[in-house]
């Protein structure tokens, strides 16, 4: 418990890391529920120290990472998953993507001159509520694999409370199996946690494997879905929680069996290249509309905040 005291906010939980799981089931065996906890605190932090948002975006964003992040290791894919959310409210959009090796970047796009005062209670609300941030638009959740037949979408309209909402009614539409998530994010210092946890039923004819009777698997979800829900915010945001210890905490009783975590990291995925590769495809009056004093043409990453300086003349061969 002393550790506690020392390392307040470099805990287990802070790292960037994606921890499979399954639940058996009291009784039966093979994998009757598939789960993933995604732990994004590290990567989120230094993704928000890069954009100064005020506290309740700063959260939004980390909770949005921690969806992507959790939603994108339920599908299989080579490319990119994107979690984006358009809003008529004080934020306008919301974006979170990550590739299928762990890649992870965001950025929201909010009315700085009507922030809300929201109060502390608000903020600190589990989780992030959609309608008072964003109010009402939809959600769109893409794969891309960069190939023509490789890019699919689904879109929602924002109409719960909270973004696990939104990911839950698209989940519903497109894999029409039981399945629920959780997320919260809370800053410790000037370190966020982000964490979402997601189960999902493995349908009987999905190769589950297992000698459980119907009514056992049935049972087994009941019960998971049960225990998820009864996860606190503090369990969530604790710093010190590995994310191992929280799904054994969680789900002892269907004998949870984890596997080896997937690393995430704050990496984007911006180049000089795309940047002149854009700028090529401008006319030379757009072109010419964006030169700054310095003669050179300044492009900042809105997911990154590098900022590039190219020479117009070169996006001209
Ligand atoms: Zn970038």
Redesign the pocket.
């Known amino acids: 418990m002393a550790q506690k005291d020392i390392f307040p906010v470099t805990g287990p939980a802070a790292a960037g890391q994606i921890l499979p799981f399954y639940l058996a089931g009291e009784n039966g065996d093979g994998a009757l529920i598939r789960g993933r906890l995604a732990s994004v605190g590290g990567p989120a932090s230094s993704i928000l120290a890069r954009h100064g948002y005020p506290e309740m975006v700063a959260s939004l964003q980390a909770e949005a990472l921690a969806i992507a992040a959790c939603l994108s290791t339920f599908m299989k894919f080579d490319g990119v998953f994107t979690l984006q959310a358009k809003g008529n409210g004080f934020v306008k959009t919301l974006l979170a993507d990550v590739t299928s090796d762990g890649a992870l970047?965001g950025y929201a796009a909010f009315d700085d001159e009507n922030v809300p005062s929201l109060g502390d209670d608000m903020v600190a609300a589990m989780p992030a509520s959609v309608p008072a941030l964003l109010g009402t638009g939809y959600a769109a959740f893409t794969v891309d694999q960069g190939t023509e037949n490789g890019r699919y979408q689904g879109i929602v309209e924002l109409a719960g409370e909270t973004l696990g909402d939104a990911a839950m009614a698209w989940f519903a539409n497109s894999e029409q199996v039981d399945s629920h998530i959780v997320a919260a994010a809370g800053r410790h210092g000037d370190d966020w946690v982000a964490t979402a946890l997601m189960v999902q039923r493995v349908a009987a004819d999905g190769g589950n494997q297992t000698t459980a009777s119907r009514a056992e698997q049935d049972d087994a979800w009941t019960t998971a879905d049960m225990l998820l829900r009864s996860v606190t915010r503090e369990e969530l945001v604790d710093p010190q929680l590995a994310p191992e210890d929280l799904v054994f905490r969680l789900f002892n009783a269907l004998r949870p069996h984890v596997a080896p975590s997937q690393p995430v990291q704050d990496k984007?995925?911006?180049s000089p290249e795309k940047v002149e590769a854009v700028l090529s495809r401008m006319s030379p009056e757009e072109l010419a509309g964006l030169v700054a004093e310095s003669g050179k043409v300044e492009v900042t990453?809105e997911?990154?905040?590098?900022m590039r300086a190219v020479d117009p003349g070169i996006s001209r061969h």
């Open positions: 970047r984007c995925r911006c990453c997911f990154c905040k590098t």
